[in-house]
């Protein structure tokens, strides 16, 4: 054999070793990611975040769209007041759909959840504060921040925004303006045989043409 076959065989060898490295590396990397993902995974009660629909608080119903496309409608109800921030519930989706190496999350379903907050393809971390703030509200209180959000026509108003501008449930424009001119004494100077000629639904129809906005039985400042 001339020393050019030599070389051309040395060569060949040398490649054919290369290329075995790279591939036994490629495997052991994705060996190590697939552990990650496991233990990851292992690391998740599922049982501690699924939804009690006794408990009245929001969730989602969480799957996947590859699943949905193979008509698979596995998945989980998931109580948002159940994950501790926005990170692990992250983590908790990924642990449902476990089986998908880089999953398109799905929330198919919803309940005790403000519409506005409701998206079937994503959830940032800004929408879940605010879900989890709702969560913590009493059901009147509840009722009061869909209304408001409702009126504002945004799905950004926070809890703060909310109670700021809250005045209570009312059951009529005028009767909020009767507590109010109690409270504030308007009628106090006003000998007792004339208040009766003050006009409480015109002072009403002043209040909320201007100051104040009364819907669903709640009424809020408008400043």
Sequence with gaps: MNELSLFNESMNGAQSTDME???KA???SNNLNNVEVENEVDEIDLADF??????GNPALYVSSYKRYNDGNLDGMWLDLTLCSDYDEFQRVCRAIVFEEQDPEIMFSDCD???????CECCLDEA?????????????????????YLDLR????VTVEDFREHYCGEWHSEEEFAENLVEELGILDE???????????????DELFRYDYDYTDGF?????
């Design 21 to 23: 490295q790279s591939v």
């Design 26 to 28: 490629l495997s052991s």
């Design 50 to 55: 699924k939804y009690d629909y006794h408990t």
């Design 112 to 118: 005790n959840l403000p519409e506005q907050f409701y």
């Design 127 to 147: 929408t879940f504060d605010l879900i989890k703030a709702y969560g913590e509200l009493d059901e009147d209180e509840q009722r009061a921040y869909e209304a």
């Design 153 to 156: 026509c945004e799905s950004d």
């Design 190 to 204: 006003v000998p007792e045989h004339l208040r009766r000629f003050f006009d409480m639904e015109a002072y009403a």
């Design 219 to 223: 009424v809020f400042r408008t400043t």
